[in-house]
């Protein structure tokens, strides 16, 4: 295996459903260092520091949502890469708004499958799954092998994308990779997203010298990973034929407590404080228990290992916050 | 194991959602022979010869899509047993309109459970899954161990299906069993639905002397179930408290080729003939390959086990179109 090389990029059209939400914040800017050619999917323009917009600048905006096919045509055409990010994310969310959450990640993933087929059938396409299709009890750490049994309609729903988008390569050559990510956090969460990522909000919450609520003892294991590392592992994907039609796990391989994660939080910000409370019933009923990944396969495949301890990766993102609120 | 008593039917009132289809309506009438308070919640009257209405008499019914939420809640309350066979079938077609299929059978199952969790938890929901959400080259037996990799979106939608009723089971306690259903035929067929199942449609063709159309040479093996087996297997998981959360495979456990049963029907009906087509490509994609369900599962728990041999099945299928047609 060697390692896909991202100069590639520099010949290629992307296209980023959702580039204005928190991950595809930070793959856009990615993709700039790479001089891809960009365009963006998003139904609103960011609510965000007035730098945004240059930074965004040369950048071709889609304003729409990705459930509409006229836009979704337009956005479509002439792309090499389509990164698709757009979407509704939360299990407790889909289980409160199970037709909310088909409507919204089903109907939208099918009506770009559908532009792709009809506009751009040899286009490639990389989607952010999640370690939620996963069930409980799982041999860890999980290996993509692992059997799927989601918890929530998120879940199902996430599962149900990943077999479109395979279905949608066999039937007619749209090129597809999946990435089931862990527990991603990271910088350029903005403040109206702070439900993404239970990190982020830890962060959040303890820069404001708040308490962290962690359910039980918290001593369910996670595995965190660094935004960084996961936008590696897309651009990595988008460009590499070997990871044409495959399903890869992307996290750390390593298990943290919840609250060990929390604790470090705290110790890093100087601030916050945990607390304790008995678990919810909405919140146990989606808990997965411990999880790990293993990423042996998209190791062996692309060369791609995450690089960003949790410890080093938590004390920037909380330093940037830090910078966010002077 | 002891075989659930059907006598229990008496008791109790019974919702089958598409009722007026061609296994709904043999459902029906075994769900009468067992003397069930019975509605049915359907989006027309049938267009069928007038013994129908009498043989109706007695049931209630629900006009209206299973999507309305507003006539889904009127329908669900008070059931004790639901069978939910509404919705749209065919791989092919699902695959040629995917947006249709995700509507019709993922928001109408969504929207059923969604009535079910408000209005009446406690019920029961009978739902037939299909043996199209396995993949290509499956261990034959295949039992319900067999990783899944639906070829269609209609598969896709079905494994979303099953996993939303075992996460409402979960998360409210709405009881579900699953049924995996190979390949049914029998009577009861009506002339509008004359592609709800091959065997029905070559018994169709071979009745007016028409060709059979067979792609290729016909060698894949099929498990040919006659429907009234599969209406034990429905009643017999609708009042078995063993069946709930689980899925069967539900089969005759028997592989025919493709050919021996075009060959059989014609023999059978005196009419008719075999005419080798080269595959279309749009059925070559959906092409399972040999398919044979193991159903110890459903024997072990249920006591359920397919009875009707292909041979007398299809002769008394025949029969009974000869003389709809005198």
Redesign the interface.
Known sequence: MTQPNLAAYSEKQVLVTGGLGFMGFNLVRALQEVNARLSILSRSWPERPGSVESILAGVTFFKGDVRDPTVVDEAVIGCDVIFHLAGKSGSIAS?AS??DD?DVN??GM??L??SCRRLNPSTKIVFPSSRLVYGTNAKLPATEATPT?????YG??K??AE??L??YQ??YGVRASVLRITNPYGPFQSPEQNRYGIVNWFVHEAMHDRALTVYGKGAQLRDYVHVDDVVDAMLLAGVAPEADGRIFNVGSGRGVSFLAMAEHIIRSAGRGRVKHVEWPPNAA?VETGDFVADTSLIGECLGWKAAIPLESGLEDVIAGYGKLME
């Not at 049994?149 to 309609?153: C, K």
């Open positions: 289980n199970p037709l088909l089903s109907r099918l009506t499958l559908e049994a989601p918890l929530s309609v199902i729903h599962l149900a077999q479109y395979l279905l066999r039937l009923l």
